[in-house]
Each structure stands twice: as structure tokens, then as C-alpha cells.
């Protein structure tokens, strides 16, 4: 017998921006499990912006998508057939292998969940998942926050950065500083998250919303979205300021590398400390970030926000909109509503 699915497959190579025509949707057929694997009813899964570089044919840290095959990605899903002994019929897990319908999967390589009572499940997609592990790690460990820092956030209305400067300002951090791309986001980080100010990056020059909004300079930079903003957070930087790189979305899409920043001197005279990181490299960090953040949603003392897509047929749609700024918090796509 064998298991009919409903898979996202990258059937070019996107030149810049992705097109609709560079995905396909398609039936597959996968095989019933095998003794200690499991299949998996998708319930939500993740859209990231990493993934436009796995859809390039060069070498980085996570691996091309090859051509006619299924794409990966975070998903959170309900066991609907289980031969394993150590996942069970209708346990909630965690797995990579998103942007299907179902899966098929060594029991291995899901992580099994508890409910999560009166919130979504896809969270574990987002504030309580590789997102929030990221800002964790990057705010904490990568940047070495102190409780006093200034602390300047790019693309601080996505799923990482507004949770990096929720962190920032409940650790005690003197100003909260956001970028976002719309009105509508910059009111949500003052009025909402409470950064202590935020601007539209489209006003005008970074550096000089930057500068307007940290009049004082900035301890400690959370960059995920690099060009103009690293170039005007190492203008900002303080002495000995610490920067975490997680990303620069501004240059996904570039056909030609975009200009470095022209003031990396200034690195040297101010001893600044700039540092890339991958949240798999921390993964030791998860108990103690799993166990505060909970406890921070519990209390109300932390916004999570998504924004959701019905149904695996808009999920290339959400990853575009995702690439163009379309999300406020977390973008994710629902397949399925939350078990009972």
C-alpha cells in the first residue's frame, strides 16, 4: 500500500526574487511506514527566509534543494500511524520535513511535543521554536547582553527580532531600538512590544533614523537584515559594542553582491566586536530558554505574534510575501486546525 501526499517541489532555480513558476504542487505517493517510522499529519508549517538560499546551487551551511525534489522545512503535525514504540498514534511532534501534507519519517528524527493548552500549536514553529532559539541565543550568548545595553534590532517586526527586543527590554536593557518596513509595524513595536522607539527604514537614511532614535549610540546590534543596516549600526556602535549577525534579507535576492559597508574601520578604533552565528550551534541553551519563555507567555509578560496562511496550496505565496516583508511575527501556513 502506499500513502498519497500533497508536496511542494522547487522546480527552478529563482534569479532574484522567486516567481510562482520556479515551485510546483504535486501528488506523491510515499510507502506505509516501516518498522520505527511514523506518518505525520501536518497541522502547520514554516515558511523562513533562510530557505531562499537553499534554493541556490552554491555551498553554504544548510544544503541546495535539489531540482524535482520536495522542499524541507519546520512543521508541527499529529501521528496518524505510528510502528514505533517510542511515538505513538496521536502524539503532537516536531520535524523537518514540512511544506507536504503528511510525511513518513524515522520515528528518530520527530520530537515529540506536549499540548500546549489554550495557545496554537504552530507557536512551536515560532517564539517556542528555531526563531526563538535564535533570538535567544543570538541576544544572549552571541552579543552577550547586559542588563543596561541599548540594544538597536533590524527587521525587528519578524519573527526573530521581535522577540530579541522583547528579550532585550524584560533582561533590563536601557533602549529598545526597531527598524520595520511599514507604519503599521512601527506602531506594533512601540505601542504593543514597548521597544522604547522604532522607525521605517524607508523614511530616509538609516543611519540618520539610527542615530534620531539612539541619540546616546547603541551597546549591542541584532542584524537580520544586513546592507544599510550593519552600515549604520557599526556608525552607532558604542565602544567595545557587540554585534549578532543572523541575517541579511535586504541581499537575498540580489543577482550581483550587494557593496559591503564602507566603515569597517571604525571597527578597529572602537574595538567592536561582529560575530555570524546558526542557532544550531546552540542547542544547549533550549531547557533554559524553553523553560523562561514559557513562563513568559504564561504571565502575559511576552506578545508572540503570527501571521497565518490557510492551506498548502498558498504556502509559495506566504514564502514570497515573507521575502517582501509581508509578516508581522512569525509567517507560518496551516494545514489542518489544532487537534482537540
Not at 538597536?152 to 524584560?170: K, M, N, P
Not at 522604547?196 to 546590534?221: C, K, M, R
Not at 509559495?316 to 509578516?327: I, Q
Request: overall charge negative.
Amino acid at each position: 500500500m502506499t500513502i498519497a501526499t500533497r508536496e511542494w517541489q522547487l522546480v527552478s532555480r529563482p534569479h532574484g526574487e522567486p516567481v510562482a513558476s520556479d515551485f510546483r504542487l504535486v501528488e506523491a505517493d510515499r510507502p506505509d511506514p516501516a518498522p520505527g517510522q511514523v506518518v505525520v499529519r501536518t497541522i502547520a508549517m514554516s515558511v523562513d527566509p533562510y530557505m531562499r538560499g537553499r534554493m541556490n546551487a552554491t555551498k553554504s551551511y544548510a544544503p541546495s534543494w535539489e531540482l524535482g525534489e520536495t522542499m524541507q522545512g519546520g512543521a508541527v503535525g499529529q501521528v496518524v500511524a505510528s510502528r514505533s514504540d517510542a511515538v505513538p498514534e496521536g502524539a503532537l511532534v516536531l520535524h523537518g520535513m514540512g511544506w507536504r501534507d503528511i510525511a513518513v519519517l524515522d520515528a528518530g528524527h520527530v520530537s515529540v511535543v506536549p499540548p500546549l493548552p489554550g495557545l496554537p500549536l504552530s507557536l512551536y514553529l515560532g517564539v517556542l521554536g528555531m526563531p526563538g532559539l535564535t533570538a535567544w541565543a543570538g541576544l544572549f550568548r552571541v552579543a552577550t547582553f547586559r542588563a543596561g545595553d541599548a540594544v538597536f534590532v533590524s527587521g525587528a517586526a519578524g519573527a526573530v527580532g521581535s522577540l530579541v527586543g522583547q528579550f532585550a527590554r524584560l533582561r533590563g536593557a536601557s533602549r529598545v531600538v526597531g527598524s520595520a518596513g511599514t507604519p503599521e509595524k512601527v506602531r506594533w513595536l512601540r505601542d504593543e512590544l514597548r521597544f522604547s522607539a522604532a522607525f521605517n527604514y524607508h523614511d530616509g537614511p538609516v543611519a540618520d533614523l539610527l542615530t534620531a532614535a539612539a541619540p546616546e549610540g547603541i551597546d549591542v546590534f541584532f542584524d537580520n537584515v544586513g546592507g544599510e543596516h550593519l552600515e549604520a549600526a557599526v556608525t552607532a556602535l558604542n565602544v567595545h559594542g557587540r554585534a549578532a549577525l543572523c541575517g541579511s534579507i535586504s541581499g537575498y535576492n540580489a543577482v550581483t553582491a550587494p557593496p559591503g559597508p564602507r566603515n569597517l574601520s571604525l571597527l578597529v578604533g572602537k574595538r567592536l566586536a561582529l560575530r555570524g552565528f546558526l542557532v544550531s550551534d546552540h542547542g544547549d541553551l533550549r531547557p533554559e530558554f524553553v523553560e523562561t519563555v514559557s513562563g513568559w507567555l504564561r504571565d502575559g509578560a511576552l506578545v508572540a505574534r503570527e501571521t497565518v496562511v490557510d492551506g498548502l496550496d498558498g504556502a509559495v505565496d506566504a514564502f514570497r510575501d515573507l521575502l517582501r516583508g509581508g509578516n508581522t511575527g512569525k509567517m507560518v501556513v496551516r494545514l489542518t486546525p489544532d487537534p482537540d
